[in-house]
């Protein structure tokens, strides 16, 4: 079992930045894959990122590519989402999740989620 708590959402204006944390309860945390997909108000999730357990690969949807980047930290049990160059497309409630299956981009393949953490980006 794994649970997961998002912190580091907010509002920030066009261009700025904000780094997402997720930390994760369990000892297993390292087994997992970890994505954050996000969702806002009138629209399905989707998927924003990826990484594998050890952190040597990771994966982006294109609208985030070059902007966004996650990394892992498996002593901490904490993944995260640097953005930067945020738009006002980027708002949405953004959520870190945990799967068995390496760089899936789809959200039924991630056994675990987070609450989510609001990001608000004003033009």
């Known amino acids: 079992q794994v649970q997961l708590v998002e912190s580091g959402g907010g509002l920030v204006q066009a261009g700025g930045s904000l780094r997402l944390s997720c930390a994760a309860s369990?000892?297993?945390?390292?087994?997992?894959?970890m994505g954050w997909f996000r969702q806002a108000p009138g629209k399905e999730r989707e998927f924003v990122a990826a990484?594998?357990?050890?952190?040597?690969?990771?994966y982006y949807a294109d609208s985030v590519k070059g902007r966004f980047t996650i990394s892992r930290d498996n002593a901490k049990n904490t993944v995260y989402l640097q953005m930067t160059s945020l738009k006002p497309e980027d708002t949405a409630v953004y959520y870190c999740?945990?799967?068995?299956?390496?760089?899936?981009?789809?959200?039924?393949?991630?056994?675990?989620w987070g609450q989510g953490t609001q990001v608000t980006v004003s033009s």
């Open positions: 999740a945990a799967s068995f299956i390496p760089g899936s981009r789809r959200s039924n393949d991630y056994e675990y």
């Open positions: 369990g000892r297993t945390f390292s087994s997992y894959a």
């Open positions: 990484i594998r357990w050890s952190g040597g690969r990771t």
